[in-house]
């Protein structure tokens, strides 16, 4: 099956510094991936959506400036979490999206990048 | 390697009748798991959790088994309602979050 990775799987860092996450997509070309943020038993929180070649669509209340999106080739999506402080602290999670021929579209889940910001 | 699967990629239930949504997983070290409900254009939405420690977990509707000898998760919707209809994603978790690659389930008024 699709296997979404990300790395790296988990940062420690001190406030202030810049953090970037990388998704890719290993077997299969990704038009667009999404990227999540997931709190202790809550919904994941969708953040933005980033299609290849073009701008990320960020969603209501999410910092485009601290949360910088890069779509840079359809296998690799990454993230940079700018002055990143305590509050940032989260698992990150991205998903890719894969249109089969015959319409169905399934989304493949990476498996997480967990922040922690000191 | 995928260590959460779901096996059927959809399922159509008459409403009123039970929905039962599978997840089979491989990694023992697993302790604590996760579903999921997705409308279209949406993100997943948090429905229902239960930790290895435990076998059941209730909440109204929606029940969810563990079966840690089996390695395998289920979620029951009784009874299902037409807008019960989306894609349900399992996920379990340890260090990390895996997802299953969803369920598209159908309730038929």
């Known amino acids: 099956g699709a296997v979404v990775s990300q790395h790296p799987s988990w940062v420690i860092c001190k406030s202030g510094t810049s953090v970037k996450i990388e998704c890719r997509s290993l077997?299969?070309?990704?038009?667009?991936m999404f990227w999540y943020r997931q709190f202790p038993k809550q919904s994941l929180m969708l953040m933005a959506t980033?299609?290849?070649?073009?701008?990320?669509?960020?969603e209501q209340g999410v910092e485009k400036d601290k949360f910088l999106i890069n779509h840079a080739s359809l296998t690799l999506s990454t993230l940079t979490v700018t002055s990143a402080h305590p509050e940032d602290s989260s698992f990150y999670i991205c998903?890719?999206?894969?249109?089969?021929?015959?319409?169905?579209?399934?989304?493949?889940f990476g498996p997480g990048t967990r922040l922690t910001v000191l | 390697d995928q260590q959460v699967k779901q096996n059927s990629p959809s399922l159509s239930v008459q409403e009123g009748r039970i929905s039962i949504l599978n997840c089979d997983y491989t990694?023992?070290?697993?302790?604590?798991f996760l579903w999921y409900k997705k409308y279209p254009a949406e993100g997943p939405t948090f429905l229902i959790s239960?930790?290895?420690?435990?076998d059941k977990n209730e909440d109204g509707r929606f029940t969810v088994f563990l079966n840690k000898s089996a390695k395998h998760l289920s979620l029951h919707i009784v009874p299902s309602q037409p807008g019960d209809s989306a894609v349900y994603f399992c996920?379990?978790?340890?260090?990390?979050?895996?997802f299953g690659t969803g369920t598209s389930l159908t309730v038929i008024p």
């Open positions: 998903s890719a999206n894969f249109i089969f021929s015959g319409a169905n579209n399934e989304q493949f």
């Open positions: 077997d299969f070309q990704a038009t667009t």
């Open positions: 980033s299609n290849e070649g073009s701008k990320a669509t960020y």
């Open positions: 990694n023992s070290m697993f302790d604590y």
């Open positions: 239960i930790s290895s420690i435990k």
């Open positions: 996920a379990a978790s340890g260090n990390q979050f895996y």
